[in-house]
Structures are given as structure tokens and as C-alpha cells.
């Protein structure tokens, strides 16, 4: 590779590394400066004075452990319903072709098109009309309703690309659509169900409207509802809490990414093809 070719193909690249990384380190930087170097310092990209003092504070004197604990089980509560639910939905969408099939699945792709912000009035009254308001798993189904139209359009496309050859052969071997879906299917859908599922789970773990409006009690807060009402009082911001709190809120999402990073890939291609 000549010197030329690199420069284009590694400077932006460099770049675009920096302006993807910044605000990471920025809210690594605050989480370990101490207060004085937040307000007053010569280099506010340096840290002079290293402390643990942010997140010892945030761990032992708020909610936080509560709030991040509510978070985690609703993002899988809420991943493994719409997951579910989704796979059955876009299984029969796509292998069944029962009458107006089509319709349904365009049906399906509006609802994923409406902006949850629309909605939070009508899921109100269905809460207060059910007694579930303030209750944390009430979430769950909650947000189940924008996560199963996003996740059975993904998985719609993914199943596409899986050949029906494999169903004409179980079938001749007697297979029901149960077994099909099941024990044939599923396993070759595992790329795109644990791509569904990484999204489900992200965006349930970033969710803040609902959880804002339908949850008044402190101990039923999530991580996002709880750093911004405890720790912002008028205009003083703990900004020390604030970025420990949200360094250690992208954890769960980090690691999901990290760890079925091929599985990812491998789920949006094949929606993609489609």
C-alpha cells in the first residue's frame, strides 16, 4: 500500500475514531477529576488529580444500584417477551402465508413508523383503566409495543433469506409447523434473533419517556429517570455522579456487543439481503 492510498484510508479513519471515542473519555475524565479540576483547570482533557470520589458517592448515597437494577430486568423482560413474540409473528408472516399475510406485515412496518411520544396518553389510560400504574413490571408490556414491530420487521427480512428447501424436506419427513418453526428453523435463525435481541435490549435500556411518565415512585425508577431527577436539582449538576452513572450504564449494552459482536453482523446481513 503506497503512501498516498494510507493517508486517505487511515486519516479519516483516525478521525472518525476520535469523533466516535471523544465523549467516551470525556465522561471517563469527569468520572475520575476531582470537583476543583471540573470548574477550574488548564487542560480540561487531562486529569491531574485522580479520585474515586464520584463513584463511591453515586453507589452508596443514591439509588443508583436500585435504578440500574430496574433497568437490567426490564431490558430482559422486555427483550425476551418481544424476541418471542416477534419470531412466532414473523414466522408465520413470511413460511405460512396465511390470507392477508402482506397487509400485515405493511401493518406491522406503520406501527414501527409511529412515535412512541403519540402513544404514551392512550397507554396511559389502558394502565390507570388495568390499576398497573407505578408498577415496574408494567413496563415490560409496555415496552413490548414499539420493540415487537421493530423486531419481527428485522427478523421478517432474515427469515426471507433462509431456503424453503429445508421445510420441503422436513415435510416429507412428516415435520408439523410446530417442529418446523422450532426445531429447523430457529436454530438457523439464531443470528438474527440475537441481533433482535441486541436491539430490543438497547433500546429498552434507553427508554425514558415511559418510564418517566408511568413510574413515581423512587425505588421503581430506571437508571436514565433516576440519574436526571436525583442527581439535577435546578440548575447544579452533579456532573462527577452524572458521568460515573452513565460510564457505568453503557456496561450491559458494551458487552453485548462485544460479546455476540459475529452474531450481529452475521443477523443484519442476512436482513439485509431482503
Not at 25 to 54: G, S
Amino acid at each position: 500500500m503506497n503512501r498516498v492510498r494510507a493517508l486517505r484510508i487511515y486519516v479519516p479513519l483516525a478521525f472518525y475514531a476520535v469523533f466516535l471515542l471523544l465523549p467516551f473519555y470525556w465522561m471517563l475524565a469527569t468520572t475520575f477529576k476531582i470537583n476543583q479540576e471540573l470548574l477550574v483547570t488548564p487542560n480540561p482533557f487531562l486529569i491531574y488529580h485522580w479520585t474515586l470520589e464520584h463513584v463511591v458517592n453515586l453507589l452508596t448515597q443514591t439509588r443508583y444500584l436500585t435504578w440500574f437494577g430496574n433497568t437490567l430486568a426490564l431490558s430482559i423482560g422486555a427483550m425476551l417477551l418481544s424476541v418471542s413474540v416477534s419470531y412466532i409473528t414473523a414466522y408465520a408472516i413470511i413460511r405460512l402465508r396465511f390470507p392477508g399475510s402482506q397487509a400485515f406485515g405493511t401493518a406491522i412496518f406503520l406501527a414501527y413508523i409511529v412515535p412512541p411520544a403519540i402513544l404514551f396518553i392512550p397507554l396511559a389510560t389502558v394502565l390507570i383503566q388495568l390499576h398497573w400504574f407505578d408498577k415496574l413490571w408494567a413496563l415490560i408490556p409496555i415496552y413490548a409495543t414499539f420493540l415487537i414491530p421493530f423486531c419481527t420487521w428485522v427478523l421478517i427480512g432474515f427469515l426471507k433469506s433462509i431456503p424453503r428447501e429445508l421445510e420441503e424436506a422436513a415435510r416429507v419427513d412428516g415435520a408439523s409447523n410446530l417442529m418446523i418453526m422450532w426445531r429447523i428453523i430457529l436454530p438457523i435463525a439464531v443470528p438474527g434473533i440475537i441481533t433482535t435481541a441486541i436491539f430490543s435490549f438497547t433500546l429498552s435500556w434507553n427508554e425514558y419517556l415511559y418510564a418517566l411518565v408511568y413510574m413515581s415512585s423512587p425505588e421503581n425508577k430506571t437508571v436514565s429517570v433516576g440519574m436526571t431527577s436525583e442527581l439535577i436539582s435546578g440548575d447544579v449538576f452533579q456532573w462527577g455522579q452524572l458521568m460515573a452513572g452513565a460510564l457505568i450504564g453503557i456496561i450491559p449494552a458494551l458487552l453485548a456487543y462485544f460479546f455476540f459482536a459475529e452474531y450481529y453482523v452475521a443477523g443484519m446481513s442476512g436482513s439485509l439481503k431482503d
